[in-house]
């Protein structure tokens, strides 16, 4: 069983960034970074494979970045430009073959 707990949430005004980061108790293959706001139901913002080719939702394309640190078996999303829509709980997922993994999630608030 891999534990996932995320960390950098928090509130920022419009136009604001911040860094989610996403540690893992072992490897992960592939990562992803979803978020679920308000009424809405759970959604891909962004994913990066093992060989590090990422793939973005349309709405945060060129604002946000999803890295990872194998050796420190760590995801990160890098937000700039956060917008109030992007308010919402961020999960990360974490999958090696044949299993999935969530953490418990961080809020983030984008609000004046």
């Known amino acids: 069983q891999v534990q996932l707990v995320e960390s950098g949430g928090g509130l920022v005004q419009p136009g604001g960034s911040l860094r989610l980061s996403c540690a893992a108790s072992?490897?992960?293959?592939?990562w992803g970074w979803y978020r679920q706001a308000p009424g809405k139901e759970r959604e891909l913002v962004a994913g990066i494979t093992s060989g590090g080719i990422t793939n973005y939702a349309d709405s945060v394309k060129g604002r946000f970045t999803i890295s990872r640190d194998n050796a420190k078996n760590t995801v990160y999303l890098q937000m700039d430009s956060l917008k109030p829509e992007d308010t919402a709980v961020y999960y990360c997922?974490?999958?090696?073959?044949?299993?999935?993994?969530w953490g418990k999630g961080t809020l983030v608030t984008v609000s004046s």
């Open positions: 072992g490897s992960i293959f592939r």
């Open positions: 997922n974490g999958y090696v073959p044949g299993m999935n993994y």
